[in-house]
């Protein structure tokens, strides 16, 4: 190989090697280019997810309120029909009392829907705009422990009633078959489902 040749070799080879890293070089700021937008895209993804929770979270919240509202509405309902509904099950009542609480040491907290009273009897009424199997035996649970809560009531017979607007067929069987008496709409009016041969269960 000439001088000459070997020279154009060598500046070829360098060209080439220059080539080379402007094409490195210029992968490198493409691959950071993607990098920083992956960042960004990644950053958005955050802060829509931040957002989404957020909104999530008011839902709930508001849910919640909506179904205080209506708890409330239902119990409205209830209270003013308990008087004459537990006298036609001979159950005169003296009282009835709205969102009655109790507080036991070790956080224990017990609250009731509607308290109806009298001289000898107390019943706890649970109260749900549509009435489930599981309310039903949180409300048997309650009912186990009410004296425990309530001592003033000790040497009273305790009974327990259930109320709905919406009460399915076997959640209604479910409580009357446990010695509840079961409230539920008909029509514009509340009724005891309970026939007249049912015997209540007293605690």
């Known amino acids: 190989m000439s001088h000459t040749a070997a020279i154009d070799a060598v500046w070829e080879m360098f060209r080439e090697t220059n080539r080379m890293s402007q094409e490195a070089f210029r992968m490198s700021q493409e691959t950071d280019r993607k990098l920083q937008e992956t960042d960004r895209l990644i950053q958005e993804v955050s802060r829509q997810m931040r957002e989404t929770d957020r909104q999530m979270r008011e839902t709930d919240r508001k849910l919640d309120r909506l179904g205080d509202r209506l708890g409330e509405f239902v119990e409205g309902l209830v209270a003013p029909a308990c008087e004459s509904l ?12 709205r969102r009655v609480k109790a507080r036991l040491p070790g956080g224990r907290l017990m609250e009731i829907d509607l308290l109806v009273v009298n001289t000898d009897a107390v019943s706890l009424v649970e109260v749900k705009s549509k009435l489930s199997v599981e309310d039903v035996r949180e409300h048997l649970d309650r009912l186990g422990v009410f004296k425990e809560f309530f001592p003033e009531y000790a040497d009273k017979r305790v009974c327990g009633a259930v109320a709905g607007m919406v009460i399915e067929e076997n959640v209604c069987r479910f409580a009357i078959h446990q010695g509840l008496f079961v409230i539920e709409q008909a029509g514009d009016t509340l009724r005891m489902a309970n026939d007249d041969a049912f015997v209540p269960r007293f605690w």
């Open 86 to 97: 537990f006298a036609q099950r001979g159950i005169p009542v003296h009282k009835v009392s």
